[in-house]
């Protein structure tokens, strides 16, 4: 089973939802390539040793960033400030339930669209599917730590391969305000979760998980709990 095939199993389950949202997002820029003339020897230091921390030990890029930073008489003010970029969405189409079966996952490599986590019911209010983006390395032993943390988060729900890592969807809708509380609760189980996707769902005030192909990989059910 596909991202789309949960979607519709929510929603199914839940007959109070009237509508849900596809929504896109940019392409995130090349940091170097993006800096241009005012690249310098000294960011290009942090840099690649952001990516080799990255390589050798999984830290995710922009911690690679900050700890490339930490007493580093040579840090890069360009790297760091960069940090703050954020690809705001927008919106797609907004289907209703009763023609969610026209939604098809997305078989193109690249093709940059999510379904995101704002729903409207048929009372005209607002509610949030449960989810979440992990960072730790898809693994057999790390299945079961992705199902701990989901469990400890109270929620029950869906959990995907993601290709590298892994992606939760929650069967039972809750309010914005509850989001942003299991939204808190699952940092605290950094660096397993991945708290710069938190981060930028914060901003956008929703959540949103893609549903199409990525490096090659469609994400796939792996259990409900």
């Given at each position: 089973?596909?991202?789309?095939d949960i979607i519709?199993k929510v929603?199914n389950?839940n ?9 896109g997002y940019?392409?995130?820029k090349?940091?170097?390539k993006?800096?241009g003339?005012?690249w310098?020897h000294?960011?290009?230091d942090?840099?690649q040793?952001?990516?080799k921390?990255?390589a050798?030990?999984?830290v995710?890029f ?7 930073c ?5 840090w890069?003010e360009t790297?760091?400030s960069s940090s703050?970029r ?6 797609i189409?907004?289907i ?8 098809q996952s997305i078989?193109?490599e690249?093709?940059r669209k999510s ?5 409207k ?5 607002i ?13 057999g ?5 992705v199902?701990?943390v ?7 729900g869906y959990?995907?391969?993601s ?6 969807i929650g069967?039972v809708?809750f309010?914005?305000?509850?989001m942003?509380e299991?939204?808190?609760?699952a940092l605290l ?5 991945d708290?710069?996707w938190?981060?930028?769902q914060i901003?956008?005030?929703s959540?949103s998980?893609r549903y199409?192909i990525?490096?090659?990989v469609?994400p796939?059910?792996i259990c409900?709990?």
């Amino acid at each position: 089973m596909t991202t789309i095939d949960i979607i519709k199993k929510v929603l199914n389950a839940n007959p109070e939802i009237a509508s849900v949202k596809v929504i896109g997002y940019e392409t995130q820029k090349d940091l170097k390539k993006d800096s241009g003339n005012l690249w310098t020897h000294q960011d290009e230091d942090v840099y690649q040793n952001a990516l080799k921390l990255r390589a050798e030990h999984n830290v995710p890029f922009w911690n690679g960033i900050m700890l490339s930073c930490i007493n580093n008489p040579n840090w890069s003010e360009t790297c760091l400030s960069s940090s703050l970029r954020h690809n705001k969405i927008h919106l797609i189409s907004e289907i209703p339930v009763s023609e969610i079966g026209s939604l098809q996952s997305i078989k193109a490599e690249g093709d940059r669209k999510s379904i995101n986590s704002e729903v409207k019911l048929i009372d005209g209010s607002i509610k949030h599917i449960p989810m979440l983006d992990f960072h730790i390395p898809f693994d057999g032993t790390n299945t079961d730590i992705v199902k701990a943390v989901c469990k400890f988060l109270g929620r029950t729900g869906y959990i995907l391969a993601s290709g590298r890592s892994y992606h939760f969807i929650g069967t039972v809708p809750f309010t914005y305000n509850e989001m942003i509380e299991y939204l808190s609760r699952a940092l605290l189980f950094t660096p397993i979760v991945d708290e710069i996707w938190i981060a930028h769902q914060i901003q956008d005030k929703s959540c949103s998980l893609r549903y199409g192909i990525k490096n090659g990989v469609l994400p796939t059910l792996i259990c409900e709990i």
